[in-house]
Structure formats: structure tokens, C-alpha cells
């Protein structure tokens, strides 16, 4: 199992070709390589030539730590076509460029919002009919989260999903702060995925449901707006004793494949000591799962 650092915090502070230094400071051997403008910006086409692909190779190599999975965010579900095949053209790049980088893993996101439900899956089968074949051909392992405001939702029904594409390079993001829009299904959810289930992402936020739907009060009433957190550990609640218990008893944390990543968004003027307050927590739930806490 790999902890890794998601960088998006430093992606107004620092340059790409620094991330890696600055995830080694931070105290992690392992960084997720998110949406960057040098990288691979949301929805855009990636621009990382050979030169930029080699030198944050070197980057990587210099600080003395691993790149084990990107995330690109394309509309590969997408129901307007020109969009749809844009996205399978940036989408092919990012797999060019993680081949290039010797990266096995790209964890991503569906795309395409919840009330064309039928039209987005109807795309988005038809997007992987022409990624499938080359991310099996390269032996990659491609993953999914359903993201609040994606045109799947709820983790057994996006489960479902990715299940009808019949393939072991498909696997499962589970993202701590989405929890309560996967439907807090995580005790009947992780089960069933089984080590199809190949990342979790750690940080905590609020359960919007609260307070009989109260808990946040947006305007128009009727807004579609879908809103949550990427908190520290505790600042929210998310249940992280029964994630990591979940997580303990499924085998995920023994598995070498499995990859926890810290991806706290909302603190930005306080990333050191966040980050830092982060990999300690993160250590701590495992090592309580595996019985050698102090």
C-alpha cells in the first residue's frame, strides 16, 4: 500500500517540476498527479511535450519519491459528441503521457451531470468502446469516482457502471468527503467491490444531509448545486475509525496495489501544517487497524 500527497495546493505556489521536491518535504513518498495547467488541465487537451515529460520525470527521480497514479478530468460522458470525442482525444494523450512516465494507474472521474442519466451512460460506454482496448493493451488499471455532480452518483449504482464494461483494468475510487453522496453505503459498498476498490482518498467534510436538509441553505431553494468538503481529518463527519476499520477488514490495506492519497483542498494558507497533521493521521488510522498504535 502507498500513501501519496495529491499537490493541488501548491498548484498556485509552486512549479510543476517543484511538486515532487515538495512532497518529499512534506513527508511523503508518493504524489498523485492532479489536473495542472502544465499537465493536464479539467476538460483540456494535456501539455506536457517529451522535454517537460522528461524533466518532471528527473524531478521525481531527484526527490527520491514514486508517481503510482494521475488524475486527469475529461467529459468522456459526455451526451454532445464533439465534446465526447474531444475528451477520448485528451483522454488518449493522458494514457500516452503515463506510459511515457512508466505511471500504471489513472484514477478519474465520470463527467457529465445527473439528470441525463441515460444519455450520459449511453457516452460514456461508448467513449471507454475506444479507451478500453488501448488502457488493457498497456496494462494500465483506469479507476473511477463517482463525483458529487456526476451523471452517476451513488457508489453501488456507479459500481454497477463500471461493472457492465466486464474488464479487471477497471476499478473503483472511493473518496472520503463524497461519502455522503455515494449514499453512506460504505459498509455494504467496499464489500462487494472487493479488490476492484484500488484507491481512497482521505480528507473529511460535512454531511450535507443534516439537520433535515438544513445543514447548508442554498439559493434558488430548487439549485442543483451540489456542495461538499475536502477538509483535514476531524474537521468534519466522515466516520474515519469505521472507514479504515472497512477498509482493514476487506484486506485493501495489506494490498500492494492499494493507494491512499490525502487531498485536502480547502486550507491552502495552511498546507505544511496540514499535510504534515495529514500523513500523521493517516499512519495513525492504519496503524490502529493493524494493532501496533501506541
Known amino acids: 500500500m502507498k500513501i501519496a500527497y495529491d499537490p493541488t495546493p501548491l498548484h498556485h505556489s509552486h512549479n510543476l517540476l517543484d511538486f ?83 505511471v500504471g494507474t489513472i484514477n478519474t472521474e465520470f463527467s457529465c451531470r445527473p439528470e441525463s442519466f441515460e444519455d450520459s ?6 467513449s471507454m468502446d475506444e479507451l478500453l482496448p488501448r488502457i488493457e493493451r498497456e496494462g494500465l488499471k483506469l479507476n473511477f469516482d463517482p463525483h458529487p455532480d456526476d451523471f452517476v452518483e451513488d457508489g453501488h449504482e456507479a459500481w454497477r457502471v463500471l461493472r457492465g464494461l ?26 462487494e467491490l472487493g479488490d476492484r476498490l484500488r484507491a481512497v482518498y482521505i480528507s473529511d467534510a460535512f454531511d ?52 491512499i492519497v490525502s487531498n485536502v483542498f480547502g486550507e491552502n494558507e495552511n498546507n505544511d501544517t496540514v499535510s504534515r497533521y495529514q500523513k500523521q493521521a493517516i499512519d495513525d488510522l492504519i496503524a490502529a487497524q493493524r494493532g501496533d498504535a501506541d
Open 121 to 126: 451512460e449511453e457516452s460514456f460506454y461508448r
Open 166 to 191: 466486464d474488464s479487471q483494468a477497471i476499478g473503483f475510487v472511493y473518496v472520503a468527503p463524497h461519502t455522503f453522496h455515494y449514499g453512506d453505503c460504505l459498509e455494504t459498498l467496499v464489500p
Open 208 to 259: 450535507h444531509r443534516a439537520s433535515h436538509g438544513l445543514r447548508y441553505i442554498a439559493n434558488p431553494p430548487t439549485t442543483s448545486a451540489r456542495v461538499h468538503q475536502h477538509l483535514k481529518v476531524g474537521d468534519g463527519d466522515v466516520d474515519f475509525d469505521a472507514l479504515f476499520a472497512t477498509l482493514g477488514t476487506s484486506g485493501f490495506l495489506d494490498r500492494e496495489d492499494a493507494l
Open 20 to 102: 515532487a521536491a515538495a512532497t518529499a518535504d512534506l513527508g511523503f513518498e508518493h504524489m498523485q498527479l492532479t489536473p495542472h495547467p502544465d499537465f493536464a488541465t479539467h476538460f483540456r487537451y494535456p501539455k506536457m511535450d517529451r522535454d517537460l515529460i522528461a524533466r518532471f520525470a528527473r524531478s521525481v527521480d531527484a526527490a527520491g519519491i514514486t508517481v503510482p497514479a494521475l488524475l486527469p478530468v475529461q467529459r468522456i460522458a459526455w451526451p454532445d459528441e464533439a465534446k465526447r470525442q474531444a475528451a477520448v482525444k485528451n483522454f488518449d494523450r493522458v494514457i500516452e503521457i503515463a506510459v511515457d512516465l512508466g
